[in-house]
């Protein structure tokens, strides 16, 4: 696995900023936006340049997926994999909210004055179509099997989790890149602006004085294969999947929770676990007066006030259509490095919420993580990793 974030590019640098709970927010500075809020930019981005042969893919999303992949010996990883189950039994299952939009602001901006034509080195299929992204690391790594793209909103790379489970479960596949880019546009801030749901100021996701989420880009992957004997004593299997849709509303989440208790109780239920059997839960967490709530009601439901909980958007920001996958990683790093992270300390916690919300890291061992994405529309998701027993 590897991720690419604002605190950090690949595994090393990630987790030594979880471990340090430092936040990787900066003031927005991007492009000519005028907006008063923090994001997480990864500031080398604009200087990656695309290989000579998939030029036609040059946008900002792409550039951070091909920056990703560069990092923590993913390509060899994947190598190995094609090595044991051919090219045509690895499918690739990304995810991603706003795709290219960057590249196609820019061209409706530079539109013919007289004709209103967009530029002709603009191509949309190749930049911000949400398959975009997955085509291009197919063609990255050299991969033959099936390909699909996930746009759930939030939820979109936590979901290509289950969509690759079924591939593998189906016998259509044996093993699935899975993951997850977004990156930032102009689109997506002002669009949160207008919902009312930009913070001023860094995140504070759970405090009693937070005021909105901070927006953030990321590219993250992981490896998935079908399991086989023996398992190695690093191994860290995906253990359940829970996903829900209850559509009740556009925008905000139900007030109690339902989809997101579904979902978890969903993934409990596929990985054969009682609520007690989780160590620790990486939450949703945005930040925001509603979805915070909406999930710490959810939580108490289903887990009560027992199970540690934290959410690390406020160091690198929601990434919106990556976080699932960004996050996953960071579950996968929680168990692999015994660590509970709880993101920068934010000040007093709301304690009207009743759930065991950690205000710094715990170190201790950590076998099974449930790890939460939620989406707009109701679009919901929930996944538990674990080391084998």
């Not at 593998?168 to 997506?188: E, F, M, R, W, Y």
């Not at 990434?319 to 300390?345: Q, R």
């Amino acid at each position: 696995m590897t991720a690419t974030s604002c605190i950090g590019r690949g595994l090393t640098q990630t987790l030594s900023a979880l471990r340090a709970q430092r936040c990787g927010l900066v003031r927005c500075a991007f492009r000519d936006l005028v907006l008063d809020t923090w994001i997480g930019e990864v500031d080398v981005v604009d200087d990656e340049a695309i290989d000579a042969d998939l030029r036609e893919f040059n946008c900002r999303n792409n550039r951070l997926a091909q920056l990703a992949l560069a990092e923590d010996g993913f390509v060899d990883a994947v190598d190995a994999a094609i090595e044991r189950w051919g090219r045509r039994r690895v499918g690739v299952f990304l995810g991603t909210s706003t795709a290219g939009m960057l590249r196609t602001e820019w061209a409706f901006r530079h539109r013919d004055a007289v004709s209103g034509q967009l530029p002709a080195d603009f191509v949309y299929a190749a930049t911000h179509s949400p398959y975009s992204l997955t085509e291009f690391v197919r063609r990255k790594l050299r991969l033959e099997g099936p390909a699909l793209a996930v746009s759930s909103a939030c939820s979109s790379s936590a979901k290509v989790f289950a969509s690759a489970q079924r591939m593998v479960d189906s016998g259509l596949i044996d093993a699935a890149v899975v993951g997850g880019v977004d990156s930032l546009c102009a689109t997506t801030l002002y669009g949160f602006k207008s919902l009312g749901l930009l913070a001023e100021e860094c995140c504070r996701p759970f405090s009693d004085d937070r005021a909105g989420i901070s927006i953030g880009e990321a590219a993250a992957y992981l490896l998935l294969e079908r399991i086989s004997d023996p398992l190695g004593d690093d191994t860290v299997l995906l253990l359940g999947v829970g996903e829900s849709s209850d559509a009740y509303h556009m925008s905000s989440p139900h007030p109690e929770g339902l989809g997101a208790r579904l979902a978890m109780e969903r993934a409990l239920h596929a990985a054969g676990l009682n609520p007690q059997d989780i160590d620790y839960i990486n939450l949703h967490g945005t930040g925001t007066i509603a979805n915070d709530s909406a999930e710490a009601n959810a939580i108490a439901h289903v887990f009560g006030a027992a199970t540690p909980c934290s959410s690390t958007k406020g160091a690198t920001g929601h990434t919106l259509g990556a976080a699932g996958a960004l996050e996953a990683v960071i579950c996968v790093l929680a168990i692999k490095n015994a660590l509970m992270p709880s993101g920068p300390s934010a000040g007093r916690r709301d304690d009207t919420m009743t759930i065991d919300y950690l205000s710094q890291n715990q170190h201790g061992k950590v076998s099974t993580v449930l790890s939460n994405a939620f989406g707009f529309g109701g679009s919901n998701c929930s996944l538990i990793f674990g080391r084998p027993t």
